[in-house]
């Protein structure tokens, strides 16, 4: 008798495990914050939130919570898994937004900055809250992609979507937007609150996290980059 194949549609594994299987197979990274949305075939993010959430019953059971009987909880596991697949963690099990690129026909050739940009993550440590702001620095050349203003909120949305810290979360925009727009240089700032901060460990309410990332230009010119810094401090 033939052996099952475990990524076959009658297989016993669970959904997690034929997916780590394609991972492990085409010898691909699964950290925290990356994303392994193409090794997701249709069907199975709802599979994979029933597994989740079958899990987070199991957490609650262990954390002694009555989910049978208190009405405040019966549904938490399948909410918890919700929250976790198709919105805090969206960014790891999503492809990218779309992103229209277009030409640079005028050739822009100035300083544009977009922000502050709202953003959320968690930190990848104990899974709490990161809430923050970013600054993203753009300079341009005659052969660079213009994105619209609004894409650069998505595409920031869609990289801090996953557990993380931030000194990485935001080379992994740079990175992205350089590929986007292939600028002559990119900048991005980010300032944020942790929560494993603010409501453990230590509970200090008032440090904040701020760092940033600089390529090309901005690396290597040190008037424009203290251009940059100094018009997002005028609007901090």
């Known amino acids: 008798m033939d ?32 994303n392994i949305s193409s090794f997701i075939e249709p069907g ?23 989910i049978d009987r208190d009405h405040n909880t019966q549904d938490t596991a399948r909410r918890v898994a919700k929250m976790y697949l198709n919105e805090v963690f969206r960014g790891r099990f999503w492809p990218a937004p779309p992103v229209t690129e277009f030409p640079n026909v005028t050739s822009l050739d100035e300083l544009m900055i ?3 940009i709202t953003v959320r993550s968690a930190c990848s440590h104990h899974l709490c809250p990161i809430m923050g702001r970013l600054w993203i620095g753009v300079m341009p050349n005659q052969h660079s992609n213009l994105i619209g203003l609004s894409k650069y909120a998505r595409l920031a949305e869609w990289v801090m979507g996953r557990p993380q810290i931030q000194e990485e979360a935001i080379s992994q925009l740079a ?35 701020t760092n940033s990332v600089m ?22």
């Open 3 to 34: 052996q099952m194949h475990p990524m076959s549609p009658g297989t016993d594994l669970p959904v997690s495990e034929r997916i780590r299987e394609r991972l492990v197979a085409a010898n691909a990274r699964f950290f925290a914050n990356d």
């Open 44 to 66: 199975e993010h709802e599979l994979l939130l029933d597994e989740v959430a079958g899990k987070m019953k199991d957490v609650l059971a262990s954390l002694v919570i009555d």
């Open 114 to 116: 977009v922000g502050p």
């Open 175 to 209: 990175e992205l937007l350089v590929d986007k727009v292939k600028p002559d240089g990119l900048s991005v700032v980010m300032e944020a609150d942790h929560f494993c901060m603010s409501w453990r460990g230590v509970k200090d309410t008032d440090t904040k996290m």
């Open 215 to 236: 390529r090309g230009s901005f690396l290597k010119n040190s008037a424009l980059r203290r251009e940059f810094l100094s018009l997002i401090a005028m609007n901090r």
